[in-house]
T-cell receptor
């Protein structure tokens, strides 16, 4: 059973606020990912990490930043939220074996007003 | 540029019908995964295909990986309302740690 957790599940916040979306996994996975997804649409990769102290930007331009200080923790931060950031954010992790699947958290639905 | 293109984008069918969803790329993938996602949840793995030409069956679902490992298909036989959801293919972008998803196929099966 996958053990990956995201908090908060829902967040409504005003424009200009700084927010951090939390993601933790207890599986010891090296690889972690953040995706942005509008309802029923494709997943866009915004950040990924292949280990502690490694982070890379994904294909979707994003004003967010991430950090990977511990294997199990991969938070995403928006310094100044804007209405265009309104979306669902999904965190995932994968083990180091070749061709392994991704395990997802339940997501954070962010609304910026 | 989207590396994994899925078709069709939307599909609405009656219960009992058959359907095929395609996942295509101009790049070679070492493997592809297929996921299904329901509203408000994260995607859940259906299958992994690794070998070119491979066919895998999961009850009424049949998955195939193209011989050149650039494409894959998902065939559902006798679709049921419980099959409704967003179907996604995914794979590692060659030479990187990027794990990318296809454009998605939204399936609705009507009772």
């Amino acid at each position: 059973e996958a053990d990956i957790y995201q908090t908060p599940r829902y967040l409504v916040i005003g424009t200009g606020k700084k927010i951090t979306l939390e993601c933790s996994q207890t599986m010891g996975h090296d690889k972690m990912y953040w995706y942005q997804q509008d309802p029923g649409m494709e997943l866009h990769l915004i950040h990924y990490s292949y280990g502690v102290n490694s982070t890379e930007k994904g294909d979707l331009s994003s004003e967010s930043t991430v950090s990977r200080i511990r294997t199990e923790h991969f938070p995403l931060t928006l310094e100044s939220a804007r209405p265009s950031h309104t979306s669902q954010y999904l965190c995932a992790s994968r083990g180091s074996r070749r061709n392994t699947e991704a395990f997802f958290g339940q997501g954070t639905r962010l609304t910026v007003v | 540029t989207q590396l994994l293109e899925q078709s069709p984008q939307f599909l609405s069918i009656q219960e009992g019908e058959n359907l095929t969803v395609y996942c295509n790329s101009s790049s070679v993938f070492s493997s592809l995964q297929w996921y299904r996602q329901e509203p408000g949840e994260g995607p859940v793995l259906l299958v992994t295909v690794v070998t070119g030409g491979e066919v895998k069956k999961l009850k009424r679902l049949t998955f195939q990986f193209g011989d050149a490992r650039k494409d894959s298909s998902l065939h559902i036989t006798a679709a049921q309302p419980g099959d409704t959801g967003l179907y996604l293919c995914a794979g590692d972008h060659s030479g990187t740690y990027k794990y990318i998803f296809g454009t998605g196929t939204r399936l609705k099966v009507l009772a």
